[in-house]
């Protein structure tokens, strides 16, 4: 079975500095990789994912993460964090199913 | 264009009650899921349509819990006999074609309670 682990339940943080979530999963086989983020007070929406390719792939705000199969891992970087970065991250991953198993989740709060 | 829908955006019931639980997905959407984020266990998936086919029932919690999808649009999910442990945000997402490799859309949920 799939599982998703989110090690840190929470990331403070300031402004400017640079900023790693982490995210293992579990598969015996090949799966699609995902990072959701919830702004406070607003839904879940797509940040990035993994299909194939590239093992980088990045985002329009400035986040990026690397599919490493090797060490089954699908960590989220910024290189300096804003304020508005402040949100819920969810790693998520699909094994060519349709449902997402998601990790339980990382608060990331940037202070000024 | 609209995004995915949910209503109503809150809900406290007393434990006991029934409560039902609306989703309008995207339109042209015709994959379907509803997902639960709760406390301590993060976001679970609780079941998924794709078109005409059967649901994918296998993460209902238990069988208090159930949903129908009509004329592919649509979607209610219904708790019986409400219990304080089904207090959470419950999450409805849809997606083109309901493949692995597409983008879930999510609802803002709603916000159960149950006293």
């Known amino acids: 079975a799939q599982s998703v682990t989110q090690l840190d339940s929470q990331v403070p943080v300031f402004e400017e500095a640079p900023v790693e979530l982490r995210c293992n999963y579990s598969s015996s086989v090949s799966v699609y990789l995902f990072w959701y983020v919830q702004y406070p007070n607003q839904g879940l929406q797509l940040l990035l994912k993994y299909l194939s390719g590239s093992t980088l792939v990045e985002s329009i705000n400035g986040f990026e993460a690397e599919f490493n199969k090797s060490q089954t891992s699908f960590h989220l970087r910024k290189p300096s964090v804003h304020i508005s970065d402040t949100a819920e991250y969810f790693c998520?991953?699909?094994?060519?199913?349709?449902?997402?198993?998601f990790g339980t989740g990382t608060r990331l709060q940037v202070f000024p | 264009g609209a995004g995915v829908s949910q209503s109503p955006s809150n809900k406290v019931t007393e434990k006991g009650k029934d409560v039902e639980l609306r989703c309008d997905p995207i339109?042209?959407?015709?994959?379907l899921y509803w997902y639960r984020q709760s406390l301590g266990q993060g976001l679970e998936f609780l079941i998924y349509f794709q078109g005409n086919s059967a649901p994918d029932k296998s993460g209902l919690p238990s069988d208090r819990f159930s949903a129908e999808r009509t004329g592919g649009s649509v979607s209610t999910l219904t708790i019986q006999r409400t219990q304080q442990e089904d207090s959470a945000v419950y999450l409805c997402?849809?997606?083109?074609?309901?493949?692995?490799?597409?983008?879930?859309?999510f609802g803002p949920g709603t916000r159960l309670l149950v006293l």
């Open positions: 998520a991953v699909s094994q060519g199913t349709d449902k997402l198993i």
């Open positions: 339109s042209g959407h015709t994959a």
């Open positions: 997402a849809s997606s083109f074609a309901g493949l692995a490799v597409e983008t879930q859309y």
